[in-house]
């Protein structure tokens, strides 16, 4: 049989070596706010003839929006720009297509600085919410076990271990390519959040299941079986929604990019959490293990 839990505390630096690459990342580059945390306006466009990425800026700053940040997506630019009325708009359409030539654009996306500031502050409340939910639901409904706060407890720092990859790898991806979060990221960062649940949840009832049946005399061992049980079915419900979001990011193209990638990331780190994570953690609290963090030998947990 294999130890799986026996290697938790190779988890614990597998996962502390990714989150302290991904809070370097968010320090370094920070995340990029799109137009929907921002005032502004933004259009996609695409031009008839071959036009690069530094034409289309020279050209912006020509006109006199020397600020305006330019996103290449396939074969397009996003381009994101200081508020604009109806006149400033047309008068941009003409002189763009007078240096650049021709080209179709999606219209103009305008958001007002109040409006921006209004979704930031939704996005945190809703994911401040879901964490604390997830912490009631998963206590209440592991209520029979021992200690059940201990579980809802460890599934909102897998969850936490999630968002936290996710949010690095997005810091990476706009400090290099300039990408930038939207309202898709947001959307992606929410449903990581559910999918890290579900997969939590999963290994939990299992462990659950087993711990009624066998009693909690060798936790750990109860809870290797349990992950050796469902190992199979998390890779496989994984690996086949990650084909689907390829096959998805491909035929849709740029306009759902950071929903899917958002997707990517969390699907993988969130199969990865339920098991490294979430369960080893359990695993180190009921066995009072957390010196061994530090170099300490574990001491033993009173009832």
């Not at 502390?16 to 466009?45: D, K, N, Q, Y």
């Not at 007078?98 to 994911?127: E, H, M, P």
């Amino acid at each position: 049989m294999f130890d799986v839990i026996g290697k938790r505390f190779w988890f614990f630096l597998i996962s502390g070596i990714v989150i302290l690459a991904g809070i370097i990342s968010l320090s370094v580059f920070g995340l990029e706010p799109g137009i929907e945390f921002r005032s502004g306006s933004e259009v996609t466009v695409s031009f008839e003839q071959p036009v690069d990425k530094q034409e289309v800026m020279q050209a912006l700053a020509d006109l006199g929006y020397g600020s305006a940040i330019v996103r290449k997506a396939g074969t397009d630019f996003i381009l994101d720009l200081p508020e604009l009325d109806d006149a400033a708009k047309e008068a941009l359409r003409a002189d763009l297509a007078d240096k650049l030539g021709q080209f179709q654009d999606g219209g103009f996306q305008l958001v007002s600085a109040k409006s921006a500031a209004g979704t930031t502050r939704n996005t945190i409340i809703a994911v401040i919410i879901s964490a604390v939910a997830m912490l009631i639901y998963i206590s209440w409904a592991f209520r029979r076990m021992p200690n059940p706060f201990r579980w809802g407890a460890c599934a909102i720092v897998a969850l936490l271990h999630d968002v936290l990859v996710v949010l690095g790898v997005f810091a990476f991806l706009g400090g290099i390519f300039d990408w930038q979060i939207d309202l898709m990221f947001i959307a992606g960062v929410l449903t990581v959040i559910g999918y890290s649940a579900n997969d939590v949840i999963v290994v939990f009832d299992r462990m659950r299941e087993n711990v009624r049946n066998r009693g909690e005399a060798n936790f750990e061992a109860v809870v290797n079986d349990s992950i050796l049980e469902i190992l199979s079915r998390s890779l496989i419900t994984g690996l086949g929604t990650l084909f689907v979001l390829i096959a998805l990011l491909l035929i849709v193209g740029a306009s759902i990019q950071n929903l899917v990638v958002a997707l990517l990331v969390g699907i993988i780190t969130g199969t990865y959490s339920g098991i490294g994570t979430a369960a080893s953690l359990l695993v180190v609290w009921n066995k009072g293990e957390w010196g061994r963090f530090i170099g300490r030998k574990p001491r033993a947990v009173k009832a």
